[in-house]
């Protein structure tokens, strides 16, 4: 008897629906045709022992399963519910009529209970859009699935379960999820706020700029000056995810099996990968390509400490995703896309000793060490991070007074106010949201300056010695700047703090 049962894969973000075929014929032998990997055909032993383990057996005839569309690879164990359905019902062991108005996926285990498959979100939202009745997974992913309106989705926690739903023997629990509720009440307070922070009133002041105006930031400063504790705190001033944000957000996570039970994911990702990553690892790809750490970004923040501690070649290829805002991964049968749209936060020593100028620093670094440690950052990598902060150590003065400082909540409703003119302004452009996103033509158009703003950017460009590359950065910040401050126009004081944030431009530092 023949019988067709449909499961999905997930390429990218996006799913693509699996007819899996079942004959059973007179023989014996047990094929697996259509691409599928090691862990699918080693998907016959655990099928067989779920099967004998629930009151169901594998029949002793020839049993020919094809994966279609045969072309493409399938992989992983979260078609074992799927195939194991399908022999029960060209065997019939189970009734199958309603089989093929559902998607069904789920890895078993020996004993027929279900583990959690990786993409159900993407998945879900392909059953709907192919018109599935409804979708059948374990109960661990229910919830995540559950998201997508229109589509009974069934959680379940054993074979049994399924079998004796198709049987008429059991009706299943539909997983319903009020999607715009579950959102808003993801949207906690954020676990970092930057009322504990004491002193550092420029870096913070930097930091506002940069949520405002979704620009890369880089903080230099020694060992202990806060770095990496500020970096923690950027999220919490980033304004709220909308819906879609978060739905992009929950799909990219889901596909790594990443996504929390709670479902739909409310606050912005932070990411923190160690210096030993390696380029596949942070970009995306593999064998069978996976997100990387710069996708899981994707409407957060990316933090990379200790920046020239990364070898060069991962730092590189972070290039172009910086650019496009989206990572293309291509093999010889296929291309997938990940989103990659995130600010960068980086932070390094000033030297390698860590104590660049600092007269009472216990090492000192040779000029020869200090241009060896910097060259690991090249200029292409600078030229997309717009604003350069010093961060010095807080004084004991500081540490010590009682006075609470700046919530991040305060903070965030000026980044919010500064994102709303942002979002007006580039009503008409697709892809540009906020001004970090601006092209030439675009910063012509919006960052117009009067004479005495141009005098005085020219006057700080050749004494300071700035690079051709900060010119576009500085009108860029400056831009941010005026739209914290709500003015229409930017002036000389916005160019000249501005000005502050090209550390590593001046001469000195990378020559």
Same mark, same amino acid.
């Given at each position: 008897?023949?019988?067709?049962?449909?499961?999905?894969?997930?390429?990218?973000?996006?799913?693509?629906?699996?007819?899996?075929?079942?004959?059973?014929?007179?023989?014996?032998?047990?094929?697996?045709?259509?691409?599928?990997?090691?862990?699918?055909?080693?998907?016959?032993?655990?099928?067989?022992?779920?099967?004998?383990?629930?009151?169901?057996?594998?029949?002793?005839?020839?049993?020919?399963?094809?994966?279609?569309?045969?072309?493409?690879?399938?992989?992983?164990?979260?078609?074992? #519910?799927?195939?194991?359905?399908?022999?029960?019902?060209?065997?019939?062991?189970?009734?199958?009529?309603?089989?093929?108005?559902?998607?069904?996926?789920?890895?078993?285990?020996?004993?027929?209970? #279900?583990?959690?498959?990786?993409?159900?979100?993407?998945?879900?939202?392909?059953?709907?859009?192919?018109?599935?009745?409804?979708?059948?997974?374990?109960?661990?992913?229910?919830?995540?699935?559950?998201?997508?309106?229109?589509?009974?989705?069934?959680?379940?926690?054993?074979?049994?379960?399924?079998?004796?739903?198709?049987?008429?023997?059991?009706?299943?629990?539909?997983?319903?999820?009020?999607?715009?509720?579950?959102?808003?009440?993801?949207?906690?307070?954020?676990?970092?706020?930057?009322?504990?922070?004491?002193?550092?009133?420029?870096?913070?002041?930097?930091?506002?700029?940069?949520?405002?105006?979704?620009?890369?930031?880089?903080?230099?400063?020694?060992?202990?000056?806060?770095?990496?504790?500020?970096?923690?705190? #950027?999220?919490?001033?980033?304004?709220?995810?909308?819906?879609?944000?978060?739905?992009?957000?929950?799909?990219?996570?889901?596909?790594?099996?990443?996504?929390?039970?709670?479902?739909?994911?409310?606050?912005?990702?932070?990411?923190?990968?160690?210096?030993?990553?390696?380029?596949?690892?942070?970009?995306?790809?593999?064998?069978?390509?996976?997100?990387?750490?710069?996708?899981?970004?994707?409407?957060?923040?990316?933090?990379?400490?200790?920046?020239?501690?990364?070898?060069?070649?991962?730092?590189?290829?972070?290039?172009?995703?910086?650019?496009?805002?989206?990572?293309?991964?291509?093999?010889?049968?296929?291309?997938?896309?990940?989103?990659?749209?995130?600010?960068?936060?980086?932070?390094?020593?000033?030297?390698?000793?860590?104590?660049?100028?600092?007269?009472?620093?216990?090492?000192?670094?040779?000029?020869?060490?200090?241009?060896?440690?910097?060259?690991?950052?090249?200029?292409?990598?600078?030229?997309?991070?717009?604003?350069?902060?010093?961060?010095?150590?807080?004084?004991?003065?500081?540490?010590?007074?009682?006075?609470?400082?700046?919530?991040?909540?305060?903070?965030?409703?000026?980044?919010?106010?500064?994102?709303?003119?942002?979002?007006?302004?580039?009503?008409?452009?697709?892809?540009?949201?906020?001004?970090?996103?601006?092209?030439?033509?675009?910063?012509?158009?919006?960052?117009?300056?009067?004479?005495?703003?141009?005098?005085?950017?020219?006057?700080?460009?050749?004494?300071?010695?700035?690079?051709?590359?900060?010119?576009?950065?500085?009108?860029?910040?400056?831009?941010?700047?005026?739209?914290?401050?709500?003015?229409?126009?930017?002036?000389?004081?916005?160019?000249?703090?501005?000005?502050?944030?090209?550390?590593?431009?001046?001469?000195?530092?990378?020559?």
């Amino acid at each position: 008897m023949l019988v067709k049962i449909y499961g999905s894969a997930v390429f990218g973000v996006e799913a693509t629906t699996i007819t899996v075929e079942v004959n059973i014929d007179k023989g014996i032998g047990y094929h697996l045709v259509g691409l599928p990997d090691n862990a699918i055909k080693e998907s016959s032993y655990r099928i067989s022992a779920a099967l004998n383990n629930n009151g169901y057996k594998l029949p002793g005839k020839k049993i020919t399963i094809n994966m279609a569309p045969a072309d493409l690879r399938k992989e992983g164990s979260a078609y074992d #519910l799927t195939l194991a359905i399908g022999i029960l019902a060209a065997s019939n062991q189970i009734k199958s009529t309603k089989i093929g108005d559902y998607l069904i996926m789920g890895e078993l285990s020996l004993d027929g209970s #279900l583990q959690p498959i990786r993409g159900a979100l993407p998945i879900a939202i392909k059953a709907r859009e192919e018109g599935f009745k409804g979708f059948i997974l374990p109960k661990q992913n229910a919830k995540e699935a559950g998201i997508v309106d229109t589509l009974d989705v069934y959680g379940v926690e054993n074979i049994t379960e399924v079998t004796q739903f198709f049987d008429g023997k059991k009706i299943l629990e539909k997983t319903i999820v009020d999607t715009r509720k579950e959102f808003y009440n993801n949207l906690e307070h954020p676990e970092f706020d930057f009322s504990d922070v004491k002193g550092q009133e420029s870096v913070k002041r930097s930091m506002e700029i940069a949520a405002a105006g979704g620009h890369n930031i880089i903080l230099i400063g020694p060992p202990g000056s806060g770095k990496t504790m500020l970096s923690k705190r #950027l999220p919490s001033i980033l304004p709220p995810m909308t819906l879609q944000e978060a739905l992009e957000t929950t799909k990219i996570h889901s596909v790594v099996g990443k996504v929390k039970e709670a479902g739909l994911m409310g606050q912005r990702p932070f990411r923190s990968p160690h210096h030993t990553i390696s380029d596949v690892a942070l970009v995306g790809g593999g064998q069978y390509p996976q997100p990387g750490e710069i996708s899981l970004a994707h409407n957060g923040v990316l933090f990379l400490d200790e920046l020239p501690e990364f070898k060069r070649t991962v730092l590189e290829v972070m290039r172009q995703p910086l650019e496009d805002r989206e990572v293309t991964i291509s093999r010889a049968k296929f291309t997938v896309t990940y989103p990659s749209s995130f600010m960068l936060v980086a932070s390094m020593n000033p030297s390698p000793s860590g104590y660049f100028n600092d007269p009472d620093a216990p090492v000192t670094s040779s000029p020869s060490e200090m241009q060896r440690y910097l060259s690991k950052i090249s200029g292409p990598l600078l030229d997309r991070i717009d604003i350069h902060i010093e961060v010095n150590p807080v004084p004991f003065e500081k540490l010590s007074e009682d006075r609470p400082s700046e919530s991040s909540s305060t903070i965030r409703e000026r980044v919010t106010k500064a994102r709303d003119i942002q979002s007006e302004r580039f009503t008409d452009y697709k892809n540009i949201h906020y001004n970090a996103q601006m092209n030439v033509k675009q910063i012509k158009k919006y960052c117009k300056l009067s004479d005495e703003s141009k005098n005085l950017l020219k006057n700080a460009m050749e004494r300071l010695n700035l690079s051709a590359r900060a010119y576009d950065r500085i009108l860029k910040v400056s831009r941010t700047i005026a739209d914290l401050e709500g003015s229409a126009t930017i002036s000389s004081n916005h160019i000249s703090e501005a000005i502050q944030y090209r550390s590593l431009d001046r001469e000195g530092w990378l020559g």
